[in-house]
């Protein structure tokens, strides 16, 4: 993967918008472009004219300008995947307008005195290149309080918090020829509707189970509840764990087992309307559990309980699963790029379908943040000069004039743009953090405006 100029890379993920007029989409560059070069900072200060700061507010208030409009076409090239394997990895994240209070149409949030939104992403992953490959989709949804008194029944029959997911699974869609598209979901997404949205598209899955006491069928027709299911599993092996250190918990080094038990999930007897009428009445998947043995006395001992659809008959394939769970992380961490790194909760303006553009420019921008920490470490050996902008490695060198461009590497690169933002580099400091890049990629923008303003560029 090359690094595209910033006006080259907004052109690239935003040209193809269709706002129902090409001003709008020419406006929409603008602001994009404006956010991309002080992405933490809010609509005022990323347009420094007034005409353009007026300009920003009426095209988010314009019913053309939408959640889906504004992303559609980075999330049209991101499933647009060559062969190869890519994780969709989704997760919901709240939106906290608590401090808003002019703003009008926010849901609930927490215990329900919180106001905001849930933003439900979907984050691909290129498991070959190793790299963010962008966001195949996502979904904005408003809580709402539960009606008193309510039966199970009613609410299956109702537009619930969990249809969320199997919704976002109807709008990624399947994945192209030769493409393995991998649904990774936390706990949250451990629902038998939400699954047969998956089997229904055609991709796989792994998802951490949440619900142990729900009845599975056996190979033998057996009907247990799945945590019995899992005390008949079978031993594959074991590896070490190194866990880092965190506040209040020692770093230490854990003893993990793998076993794997085959089962089915049947359809539950109370179900949906759209449940019946998939026909899937029951699915067919192997249970991975990762345990750690002999934990030390007061830690939580490490239990996972994961699903999936995809083969497992080896430690090798189970493995594979534990691995493409781990890297469940980068979706937290793409929320904290849009809330730390785009200020995504400073944004206040007076109603949230006004908002809702917004968070999709955001949601884009965040993808494009992130993506700048992994290139470096996913291509250590290609050449900054054939994978860098031109321009940023001039800005770069006026910045730091005794780094040597000759033979630089793009991973070298990469560590040089952290030092502008506070990374010291020393053996001992590890990789640089998102923030740390991003703060030198802030300069680094700095520096290239400057140049163009005075012609140098």
């Known amino acids: 993967m090359k690094v595209l100029d910033s006006e080259q890379w907004v052109g690239e993920n935003f040209g193809d918008c269709n706002l129902g007029d090409k001003r709008r989409t020419k406006r929409l560059l603008k602001v994009a472009s404006n956010m991309l070069a002080a992405p933490e900072q809010s609509i005022p200060q990323q347009n420094q004219e007034w005409a353009d700061v007026k300009a920003a507010y009426r095209f988010f208030d314009n019913d053309n300008v939408t959640f889906e409009n504004v992303a559609q076409s980075h999330w049209h090239q991101t499933r647009q995947t060559k062969p190869g394997r890519y994780l969709l990895i989704c997760d ?4 906290d307008h608590y401090s808003h209070e002019a703003t009008t149409g926010l849901g609930m949030l927490g215990d329900g005195q919180g106001r905001g939104m849930q933003l439900h992403n979907c984050l691909m992953y290129d498991c070959n290149a190793k790299l963010i490959h962008g ?28 249809d ?49 006491h729900r009845n599975v069928l056996t190979e033998d027709d057996r009907k247990i509840p799945l945590s019995e299911a899992i005390d008949e599993a079978r031993f594959l092996g074991s590896y070490e764990l190194n866990l880092r250190s965190r506040p209040g918990v020692a770093a230490r080094t854990a003893n993990m087992e793998v076993s794997v038990v085959r089962v089915r999930y049947p359809r539950p007897s109370q179900h949906s309307k759209w449940v019946k009428k998939c026909g899937i009445k029951e699915l067919t998947m192997n249970v991975v559990i990762v345990q750690e043995v002999d934990a030390p006395q007061g830690s939580s001992p490490i239990y996972w309980v994961l699903l999936t659809n995809l083969e497992v008959e080896t430690f090798e394939q189970a493995w594979q699963v534990i691995e493409d769970y781990e890297n469940r992380w980068l979706v937290e961490e793409y929320h904290k790029v849009m809330k730390s790194g785009c200020s995504l909760e400073i944004h206040a303006l007076r109603d949230s379908k006004r908002l809702e553009p917004l968070i999709g420019l955001i949601s884009v921008i965040g993808v494009r943040l992130f993506q700048l920490k992994l290139i470096g470490r996913s291509q250590p050996e290609a050449k900054a000069q054939t994978h860098v902008p031109a321009s940023w490695l001039r800005c770069l060198k006026l910045a730091r004039p005794k780094v040597k461009l000759t033979g630089m590497s793009v991973y070298e690169f990469f560590r040089e743009l952290a030092k502008l933002g506070g990374f010291l580099g020393r053996k001992h400091d590890g990789e640089p953090g998102w923030q740390t890049v991003w703060r030198g990629y802030r300069k680094l923008q700095s520096l290239l405006d400057g140049m163009r303003r005075v012609g140098a560029i």
């Open 92 to 95: 919901t994240t709240d939106i």
């Open 135 to 162: 966001a195949a989709g996502a979904l904005i949804d408003y809580r709402k309080h539960k009606p008193e008194n309510e039966t199970k029944t009613q609410r299956l029959n109702r537009e619930r918090e969990t």
């Open 164 to 212: 969320i997911w199997g919704k976002l699974v109807d709008q990624v869609g399947c994945s192209p020829e030769g493409s393995q598209w991998i649904h990774v979901w936390d706990r949250g997404g451990d629902n038998f509707e939400a699954m047969c949205h998956i089997h229904l598209s055609g991709n796989d899955w792994v998802v951490r189970a949440a619900q142990l």
